[in-house]
């Protein structure tokens, strides 16, 4: 796990000391460059695996092919035998050196051999080809622009920003999806010019022509010809071959257990794999649904040396720093918490992400699907037009007419009204955050955004719908591709890689990602239990108690939070804020939610608030601060 970034087209050695040197915290252990001619590769190492020879850039055989890389290649010992019986020559015991060679064997196909996690950029002295690729989970960034004729890439946007030639410009696309999904989908990055390269893309440039390549979305291959039994031991094998792979490690591993059965079925299999008791860490808030305890009862159970962290302070205090580290305003990043607990006794980390979407969690979604598709059996398409045109004037009189504290029926009328549009009804279910009407947001935003130049959210999120699978493979489909990269696994990498700690996943370890497609939904969701082989597994390996308990969220609650501490921060920093004053956000919207006591009714506009102070926070750092540097002063500096 390490930093990388680079120049194609210019060779401004100063630049690249700049961009490597604003990811320190990305690789404390050492650094390394590389320059011909037009192109200048910068490393910042994370020391994970040979620590000895393992230094970047690395080469092939006659140094004609180099390689920066961040990340890890779960299956580079079978790669490396695999190379070495073709007489590849290796000078490094790394994960990376196999895939320089896996690159002369099948050069851009190469991609298909690795299992793991990764960005790296690649360059052919020969072929004059820059060839740079993100993994298929985007468990790595990778973010890139151009100035002129150079192209500029990085793992992290402020490393880009060293070029004072960008222009630090807030995308008002990207700052409407933000505002109604609070994360930035695919390629969306909060600054008009900087794009993120999607998880399991790559570019080629070569001879000064660009060439962009985007993965092919997944699709489910059920297999219904196995019993249960067939599958359970399927997926027990895969996820215990899994963890030992994502195990390996010269450095320190431990695992953040949320008391949760997905990382509870990691620790449990770690347990069993390890000689050593393993390291487990869990933070919670106080509040009644926290599973500090459920991760205690864990560790108990397979006698972790195990450390948790109660938080109880003020959560905004360290906000500055949190938004520095994700180059993004975000409110849920608290994961900062305990990636800064657990980098104090280890260097990587397991987690439990992932399980969710591969294995059926998110019960409230298909449920939901499960009704929709038995309305549209039992009621006529006439019939759901004519509801569906009663619930759209109704929405259009709540939104001209109606008092704020009846908000909270547009959900339901906006379910009744896209009851036949599979993509807006998966917008209305697959988070909090509420998708504005146009017509409402023109009671939200301030004259600086022009609502009917706005690239339409519904319309984005239809070109990832497949039109063949149903609802539910949809709703599974675009968790597992979008909201799970670019909202779950950008906040986790990101966090932990600014206490310079790795962050692994097994279950997204590819031989656990195949049994997931191949599986039939039934046995992941059945008669209302979300996870049903999983628990079937479970009950093999935890406490019962940690099996039958319900589903818990991480994170404080949004009226939670918004009523102890976060409603005073945005009184301080919106109504009189850059967000009101350069014209992002109508005044009335903010004193109409902000100025009033808290009630529950309004959450959704709570969580909208939350997340336009961390792009109040977000802006006085990255747009009105004279330079890119790491924040220095407290929160209350960059509120006023």
């Keep these: 796990m390490c930093g990388i970034c680079g120049i194609y087209g210019e060779n401004n050695t ?42 970047q850039p690395i080469f092939n055989e006659d140094r004609s092919v180099s390689i920066i890389f961040s990340g890890e290649i779960y299956n580079f010992q079978e790669l490396r035998e695999k190379f070495e019986k073709k007489g590849h020559k290796f000078y490094t015991n790394t994960d990376t050196e196999v895939i320089v060679h896996a690159y002369e064997e099948k050069g851009i196909d190469c991609l298909k051999d690795f299992n793991g996690m990764y960005a790296f950029a690649l360059w052919d002295s020969n072929k004059k080809r820059l060839f740079i690729a993100r993994d298929p989970h985007g468990m790595k960034p990778l973010y890139y622009t151009f100035v002129g004729n150079t192209f500029l890439f990085a793992s992290e946007i402020k490393a880009i920003l060293q070029d004072e030639r960008v222009k630090r410009e807030v995308d008002l696309n990207s ?6 999904l609070r994360y930035l989908p695919r390629e969306k990055t909060m600054f008009k010019d900087i794009i993120k390269l999607e998880a399991g893309s790559y570019i080629v440039l070569e001879q000064g022509k660009f060439t962009k390549k985007d993965m092919a979305p997944r699709v489910f291959e059920c297999e219904d010809n196995y019993d249960e039994n067939y599958w359970l031991s399927l997926v027990e094998n895969a996820l215990m071959n899994a963890v030992r792979r994502h195990l390996i490690s010269d450095v320190p591993v431990g695992i953040n257990l949320s008391g949760g059965i997905d990382s509870s079925l990691v620790t449990a299999f770690a347990a069993k794999i390890s000689d050593a008791p393993v390291k487990t860490f869990c933070m919670g808030f106080g509040e009644a649904d926290d599973e500090i305890e459920d991760a205690r009862r864990v560790s108990d159970y397979y006698d972790t040396e195990h450390r948790d962290l109660l938080i109880k302070s003020k959560l905004s205090k360290d906000y500055p720093m949190m938004i520095w580290h994700a180059d993004t305003p975000k409110r849920n990043l608290y994961p900062y918490y305990l990636t800064e607990l657990t980098s104090k006794y280890v260097k990587v980390a397991l987690g439990g992400l992932g399980g969710d979407e591969l294995f059926g969690g998110y019960t409230w979604k298909y449920e939901y699907a ?61 988070t909090l955050d509420e998708v504005f009407t146009k017509e409402y947001l023109k009671k939200i935003y301030g004259e600086k955004i022009k609502i009917d130049q706005l690239e339409d959210i519904y319309d984005y999120y239809g070109k990832y719908y497949n039109g063949n699978l149903t609802f539910l493979d949809n709703i599974q489909l675009l968790d597992y591709s979008i909201k799970m990269v670019d909202d779950f696994i950008f906040i986790d990498e990101s966090m932990a890689m600014g206490h310079s700690l790795e962050g692994r996943i097994p279950f997204l370890d590819r031989e656990v990602v195949d049994v997931s497609f191949r599986m039939p939904f039934d046995l992941k969701y059945r008669d209302g239990v979300g996870k049903y082989i999983l628990k079937k597994l479970a009950k093999k390996y935890l406490p019962p108690e940690v099996v039958t308990k319900p589903k818990k969220g991480f994170g404080s609650g949004v009226f939670f939070s918004f009523n102890e501490e976060i409603q005073e921060l945005c009184e301080k920093a919106l109504c009189d804020g850059n967000i009101v004053r350069d014209g992002f956000i109508d005044r009335a919207y903010t004193d109409r939610i902000i100025k009033r ?32 540097e790491t924040p220095k002063k407290n929160i209350d500096h960059y509120i006023r």
């Design 14 to 55: 100063e630049l690249l000391k700049k961009m490597m040197k604003s990811m320190d915290h990305r690789g404390p252990d050492g650094e390394g460059t590389f320059e011909d001619k037009g192109i200048l590769l910068g490393h910042k190492r994370l020391s994970i695996i040979d620590l000895s020879t393992g230094s």
């Design 175 to 180: 700052f409407h999806f933000f505002c109604n």
């Design 370 to 430: 499960y009704r929709t598709e038995e309305i549209r059996k039992r009621v006529s398409k006439d019939k759901r037009e004519e509801y569906s045109n009663h619930a759209k004037k109704l929405l259009e009189y709540q939104i001209r007419h109606g008092h704020i504290d009846d908000d909270n029926y547009m959900e339901y009328l906006k379910k009744i009204k896209f009851i036949d549009n599979d993509v807006k009804l998966y917008l209305e279910i697959q």
């Design 597 to 628: 006591p808290p009630q529950r009714e309004l959450v959704k506009h709570y969580a909208l608030m939350w997340s336009l102070l961390s792009f109040e926070i977000w802006y006085n750092i990255y747009i009105k601060e004279g330079k890119i």
